[in-house]
């Protein structure tokens, strides 16, 4: 028989309203407080466009903390209002909410917001959330560009966001774009369901081989030297990359599985950390970006660094749209019909640009680099445990790469913010790990 776990009835109990919900079960919309901003909260939007649709769970909490998205599994919901919050997550039909949307979703009195990378936070959210008595806000994303840090701190807000978590899962689908690109699998699969097969050809989709050949890494971070492992580990690549800093642990990783492949009879795999972004570019057979978005990385990949890449190379794009100028990408990829790409972001999301979407060479997907379930469940908790350590006061968690502690479904979390990125800033004690 399903017994309910303790801590799961104890929290049934702490939700007035929701005493006969089974919270491991998403709600049904008739059981929750489907509704409307209260009229006070309205009215102070200034520029609200229309009232906005919200769920709430323990409404009688002393904190509020906002959603703007419904966000995966229940962990992140319980977390919060074991600690007295009320949560309530906005329930628009719209994706991208826009500012004047978000201004009626903090109202007069908010403590806290979960906040999506598709959103504008800057001057005008933060001190309208510092107005509302707010000092925390997190993305549920690892990326911040769409944060403007410098207005959160002025306002003393703590901005979060989801590290580590999603490592493992956007490196995959680097990995996965790498394959199909490299195999033509999103081509041969339309060629089947179009009824074009009909039999067994010398040159039908003929691809690369990884195996020996070089994959490039822009940006080795956590995602980009999980992604080279990966590459190195499965396909016996060898390793060229391009980052601010040495990657001393991916460079120890592929001597030692050289040395173990050598051992073995194989040929070992190498790796090279170049002097210049050009020295990857040029050598590389496959080429997968991983840096931040900033100033720096802004067009890191335009039409003169594209035409020094190998005429049949692979560009992987899990990081952000703007790394590359993807107007010269179609231009490239029209005039050079062995190269391909492996697309999970754009320049403009949601639109790509003209001509993208009718290259065969291309791969596309809407920016699902982290959508595995561990993952998205995981970084609903950091973006919800951020909000609250502020709200409540705890230190930050001094090894924000360090995030297994925080996921454990059977033991409570510490009492510490996972990761803000403006806490020196803030001048926010640091725990000790
Ligand atoms: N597509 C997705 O769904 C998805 C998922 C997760 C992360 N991301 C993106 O990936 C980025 C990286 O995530 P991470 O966790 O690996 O971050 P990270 O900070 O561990 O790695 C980023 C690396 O980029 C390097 N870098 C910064 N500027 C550079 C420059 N000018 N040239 C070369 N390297 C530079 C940094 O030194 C760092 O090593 C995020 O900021 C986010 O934008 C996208
Ligand atoms: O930055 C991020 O975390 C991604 O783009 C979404 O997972």
Redesign the pocket.
Known sequence: MHTVPRKIIRIINSWSIFRHINIEQRPSSALLLSTFLQKDQISSANKMAKPISIEAWNPSGKYRVVSTKSMPGTRWIRLLTDQDCRVEVCTEKKTILSVEDILALIGEKCDGVIGQLTEDWGEVLFSALKRAGGTAFSNM???Y?NVDVDAATKYGVAVGNT?GV??ET?AELAASLSLAAARRIVEADEFMRAGLYDGWLPHLFVGNLLKGQTVGV???????STYARMMIEGFKMNLIY????QATRLENFVTAYGQFLQANGEQPVTWKRAAT?EDVLRAADVISL?????K??YH?INKERLSIMKKDAILVN???GPVVDEAALVEHLKVNPMFRVGL??FEDEPYMKPGLAELKNAIVVP????ASKWTREGMATLAALNVLGKIKGYPVWADPNRVEPFLDENSPPPAVCPSIVNAKQLGLPSSKV
Do not use: F
């Open positions: 994303a690892v990326g560009n590290p999603l490592t956007t822009i940006g080795a971070g956590r995602i980009g391009y980052d601010l800093y972004m991983h840096p931040i978005l900033d720096t990385t890191l899990c990081s952000r999970d972001v920016h699902i680099a982290s």
